[in-house]
């Protein structure tokens, strides 16, 4: 089975692209350095928390960029995978490969930025998890959207967020209402929020459902004309 | 090289049928041409066979198994169509470069030596090429990548007459080199007449025809002569398209002519070429 084609086509975006991304910051930075030079100010004044400020600027960029990624390739490598000879089952592994790699990435990235000096290990595998829960989510929105012509994409793109919304409306109205829990309901349910173990769960549990879903949508992408 | 069989293909966009119960096969080492008029499903019917699109019903089968999700079936078919499967700004080298990591082998050589031919820059990215040059970039690749089954949908898309000789000159040296199956879609039908040896013809869903092109051709035939002795001769034929000029009449069909029926001594039967009888089998009618 290949899997390299697809993968590697997508590694080379997703750096490229950052490292586009990372060259900006540096550059902004370093003429506003320069700027503070020429105006007077002294090399250790100008440069101080150089390092500090450039990657609190450039990680929160490359996490959005990590996310917003899976939201817009799946049909794009769909496309290229179809063109040189994969199937469906191998672009769908392509990218979860892809996902686990600009994971571990953006892990470290956050090790980088001060995420090191925990005692523990839960901070780091919790951290980790948001993160790959956040980008399995994003691919199968953005599997899910491959599916769908333009005009579908605008439609389900307002109605879904604006029916959730109403939903979770309607059920903390309904909860506000009509549930009055006891003391003891209350102690046990704040128990369960407060053991980590249950966060871990859902945590697993959630990346479970999305690249189930993100298979699902996967199998079914076809060629659309739009 | 193994045979690829279509059976009982069906496709439906909600209630509009496309094509309806398509049954046929393509067999190692042939030229095929398919053929239909616009919107007749040839490009649908090649997305399905390719497994970009899912058929409705029916199945297609390499080897005995189904092409779908098989890469073994995969990697030996390649589609070259007018969709843009690429981003925008890949260079015509990185189209190599995938398909060569894609397919189990991809002639590099030959692609250079056919972008120097073609004078298309490698280094050039597909938004920045003409219609023209952006198909010949796609053609190259086909005629590289090295499968059993090369589809090619509308391989002539904006290439002007020097290009098109070339490319013709291209596939055929290919394919002599490396004997495989091709199949053109196209509307150029007397441009590729000399080149395909059996003939698909879709129309209003039905395949029509599938038949090697000289036996469609040996009983393809146009008859003419004055009107009322062309009418006698035609009596009990199935008259698919005819045309009157004066007292002239020109009738066309494409079947067998009893050897023993009497020809009138004004009226004169000629073969006519695979465009003429394409557009008389889908009921092109002619001022």
Known sequence: ?????????????????????????????????????????????????????????????????????????????????????????????????????????????????????YQTITPYFGTFLILIDVVSLAYAVGSGFALLSRKWKIIVGIATPTVILIVLVQIVRLLINFWHPSAATLQALSSLVDWSGSWVLCGLLWLAIMIGLSYLFTMRQQLRRD | MTTLKINQLTKRFGRHTILENLSFQLEPQHIY????????????????????????????????DSINNTPTALQRMYLMSEANMYPKRTRVSDMFKMAATGYRDFDLALAHRLTSEFEVDERAQLN?????????????????????????????????????????????????????????????????????????????????????????????????????????????????????????KTVYVVQPLDEQRIIPDQVKIEHIDLQRAFMVLTNGKEN
Not at chain 1, 20 to 29: D, E, M, P
Not at chain 1, 54 to 68: D, E, R, S
Not at chain 1, 74 to 89: I, V
Not at chain 1, 96 to 112: P, S, Y
Request: one cysteine or more; charged letters at 15%.
């Open chain 1, 1 to 117: 089975m290949r899997l390299p084609m697809v993968y590697r086509k997508s590694m080379l975006t997703y750096f490229a692209r950052l490292a586009i991304v990372f060259l900006t910051v540096l550059a902004l930075f370093i003429i506003s350095s320069v700027f503070g030079l020429l105006t007077g100010a002294s090399l250790r004044e100008s440069f101080s928390g150089f390092g500090d400020d450039f990657l609190n600027t450039f990680i929160p960029l490359a996490y959005i960029w990590f996310g917003f990624y899976y939201l817009w390739v799946p049909y794009r490598e769909f496309k290229l995978g179809m063109q040189n000879g994969q199937t469906r089952h191998q672009i769908w592994l392509s990218q979860i490969l892809g996902i686990i790699t600009t994971t571990i990435f953006n892990f470290l990235l956050w090790l980088a930025a001060g995420g090191w000096h």
């Open chain 2, 128 to 248: 920045n090429l003409s219609t023209g040059l952006t198909t010949i970039a796609k053609l190259i690749t086909a005629l590289c990548v090295d499968v059993d089954f090369v589809f090619l949908d509308e391989p002539t898309l904006g290439l002007d007459a020097n290009h098109r000789e070339l490319f013709y000159r291209e596939l055929l040296k290919t394919y002599e080199d490396r004997p495989r199956t091709f199949i053109l879609s196209t509307h150029l039908i007397s441009e590729v007449q000399p080149l395909i040896d059996h003939v698909f013809i879709l129309h209003h869903q039905h395949l029509i025809k599938d038949e090697a092109v000289d036996e469609l051709l040996a009983n393809a035939w146009a008859i003419s002569g004055p009107a009322a002795l062309v009418d006698q001769y035609c009596a009990g034929l199935t008259i698919l398209d005819q045309q009157t000029i004066s007292n002239i």
């Open chain 2, 33 to 64: 041409g398919l053929l239909g008029r616009n919107g007749a499903g040839k490009s649908t019917l090649l997305n399905i066979i390719n497994n970009r699109n899912f058929q409705t019903d029916g199945e297609i089968t390499l080897a005995g």
